[in-house]
């Protein structure tokens, strides 16, 4: 069975802190992605990785970063959160360029959803 | 860039009724594929199904059906015979097969919430 997990389901920071949230999949897919979702605005990406160590800026890339040193493990991080970073944010990852339809499917993780306050 | 556009912030439908979820995109490219995810109250993301534009019929698996309109560029999903346990966000993506760049990842409409009722 496919999985895709998030290091929290819920989670309260303050203002000015150092947030990193934590994404781990287990099909060895070589795409992983970060998105936030808040309500009216749908899934916005944040940040993807298509290999180790490879990042892309995604739509709203601003006020994060990320990291991947293993395949496996996507970090998404809050240099310094703010109260417009209250969201909840999903981790996602895909398999790479397959002939074949499932390969398009992306698979998500549970969701973590930030406060900052 | 990409775009989707979803006009029904909500939809109501009765139990066992058929239900058709609007969903328009707008790209200049050739080569994109369309998805439906459903995201029920606990949060995860299910895909549902998958068409891609050269797929020359409508996609279709089990009670979800994919009315893919080239010309006008829309991609609404039909559920079938509506179950209480339908009831859920409903979000229209889109990807682009290009070369590299955010594009090739992808864009989500705003959803919709579903409401299916006894």
């Known amino acids: 069975d496919v999985k895709v997990t998030q290091s929290s389901r819920y989670l309260v920071k303050r203002t000015g802190e150092k947030v990193f949230l934590e994404c781990v999949q287990d099909?060895?897919?070589?795409?992983m992605f970060w998105y936030r979702q808040d309500p009216g605005l749908g899934l916005r990406l944040i940040y993807f990785?298509?290999?180790?160590?490879?990042?892309e800026k995604g739509d709203i890339p601003e006020g994060y970063s990320v990291s991947r040193e293993k395949k496996e493990r996507f970090s998404l991080i809050l240099e310094s959160a703010s109260t417009n970073q209250t969201s909840m944010y999903l981790c996602?990852?895909?398999?790479?360029?397959?002939?074949?339809?499932?390969?398009?499917?992306?698979?998500f993780g549970p969701g973590t959803r930030l406060t900052v306050t | 860039a990409q775009k989707i556009t979803q006009t029904q912030p909500g939809m109501f439908v009765q139990e066992k009724e058929a239900v058709t979820l609007d969903c328009t995109y707008d790209?200049?490219?050739?080569?994109?594929?369309l998805f439906w995810y459903k995201q029920p109250s606990s949060g995860e993301m299910i895909f549902l199904i998958y068409?891609?534009?050269?797929?020359?019929q409508n996609a279709t698996e089990g009670r979800y059906s994919l009315n893919f309109q080239k010309a006008r560029k829309s991609a609404n999903l039909v559920i079938s015979a509506s179950q209480l346990g339908d009831s859920a966000m409903y979000f229209c993506?889109?990807?682009?097969?290009?070369?590299?760049?955010?594009?090739?990842?992808?864009?989500f409409g705003s959803g919709t919430q579903l409401t299916v009722l006894p």
């Open positions: 996602a990852s895909r398999a790479g360029a397959v002939l074949s339809r499932n390969s398009y499917e992306q698979y």
């Open positions: 099909m060895d897919h070589e795409n």
């Open positions: 990785s298509y290999d180790v160590k490879m990042k």
């Open positions: 790209t200049s490219d050739p080569s994109y594929g």
């Open positions: 068409q891609g534009s050269y797929d020359q």
């Open positions: 993506a889109m990807r682009l097969y290009v070369s590299s760049g955010s594009a090739r990842q992808l864009t």
